[in-house]
């Protein structure tokens, strides 16, 4: 009787990183409905202590609201990117098993400013801009109220 083999056992490493990413991945989705989701009750609670009119208090808590939000997210998503990064030597392990394989996938550097700042974070960033831009109409007098 035989033990499993070295490809059987990297596919279980690939299968558990995979299914660990997944969840990194689906934590990133959840954080952006959970950042809308609080905006409203959040904006609501800040009105109603200021007579149902907008004030620097309801923007400073819109804006922290989303960094925050911006930042659990980042976090999230750099966790994701380095278990990514994980399953490449393990990849490139098997791709020599079967030479010649080149369809080995590549990772750039992940750093936390890269996680930050990347195409999945534009909602925050647009969200952001909008409360400054709302913040700003306020301050400008458009916003009265």
Known sequence: MTGPT???LDKDQLDQLHAATVKASEACLELKKLCALILVPVGTIIASFGDKKPGAALFVAGLLVIIGFWVADSFSYYY???L???MIPIWQR???RCSPYPHVPT??????WRS???ASMAYYLIL???FV???WAYVVGWLDG
Do not use: Y
């Not at 990772?107 to 936390?112: I, K, L, R």
């Open 6 to 8: 070295a490809d059987d």
């Open 80 to 82: 994701q990117r380095k």
């Open 84 to 86: 990514r990064g994980a």
């Open 94 to 96: 098997r791709a020599n």
């Open 107 to 112: 990772s750039g550097a992940v750093t936390p």
């Open 116 to 118: 930050a700042f990347n």
């Open 128 to 130: 952001a801009l909008l």
């Open 133 to 135: 831009l709302a913040a």
